[in-house]
């Protein structure tokens, strides 16, 4: 079955601090993977996303992920937070065109704290 | 380039009344996305449609919820005899004609906020 986890529903840091959020999938197909950043009653918004190639990212603001096929993780990270950053995060999961494959299947989403 | 456009961006409707979502594409966008936020969850497939054809509905409750997107004008998203299960916030997402084998980023629109009370 096709799924997406992220561990953390909840994630508190630093303003400054490092970060790294995690994201966990199953998919039976080549994988699409995608981190979307929701602020409050807010759409979203795409961070990166990972078609192929170099399996490290980088997106908007700063931030980056890396695709791990051996572990099926494609986790988001930043160097050093700003509280700006507080929202809350998504990791999606897509397929190709072909077929029914362009759905996104979501995880639950974590959200993150800045601290002062 | 305005983006993908939604509306109403809140809507408040009683029990078992009807409501009607509307998304507009990006320019030059002709395929569309519904996709349903419950509270404390994320976001869950609802249906993926290009002009006048619904390609996957897979994630449509079987009664009460359809979805349209004619030749012309908005993709509408319709829920009959609202109940309060229904209130959630609905997202439509577009992208444009696409190649097989390719993906195409999908581009959300602000959300329409349900309220069934």
């Known amino acids: 079955a096709q799924s997406v986890t992220q561990p953390d529903i909840h994630i508190t840091v630093s303003e400054g601090a490092s970060l790294e959020l995690r994201c966990n999938y199953s998919?039976?197909?080549?994988?699409?993977l995608f981190w979307y950043v929701q602020s409050p009653g807010q759409g979203l918004q795409l961070l990166l996303k990972y078609f192929s190639g170099d399996t490290l990212v980088q997106g908007i603001k700063g931030f980056e992920a890396e695709f791990k096929r051996s572990q099926s993780s494609f986790n988001l990270r930043k160097p050093s937070v700003h509280w700006s950053d507080a929202a809350e995060y998504f990791c999606a999961v897509g397929g190709h065109n072909a077929g029914n494959n362009r759905k996104l299947i979501w995880g639950l989403g974590t959200s993150l704290a800045v601290n002062p | 380039n305005a983006g993908v456009m939604q509306n109403p961006r809140h809507l408040v409707r009683r029990r078992g009344q009807e409501a009607r979502l509307r998304c507009s594409p990006m320019k030059g966008h002709s395929h569309v996305y519904w996709y349903r936020q419950l509270p404390e969850e994320g976001l869950k497939f609802m249906v993926y449609l290009q002009k006048e054809n619904i390609i996957d509905e897979s994630g449509m409750p079987k009664e009460r919820f359809s979805a349209e997107f004619p030749k012309e004008g908005p993709s509408i998203l319709r829920i009959q005899q609202v109940v309060r299960g229904d209130s959630a916030a609905y997202f439509c997402a577009s992208s444009p004609r696409t190649v097989v084998s390719s993906y195409n980023e999908q581009f959300f629109g602000p959300g329409t906020r349900l309220t069934v009370l």
């Open positions: 998919y039976g197909a080549t994988p699409y």
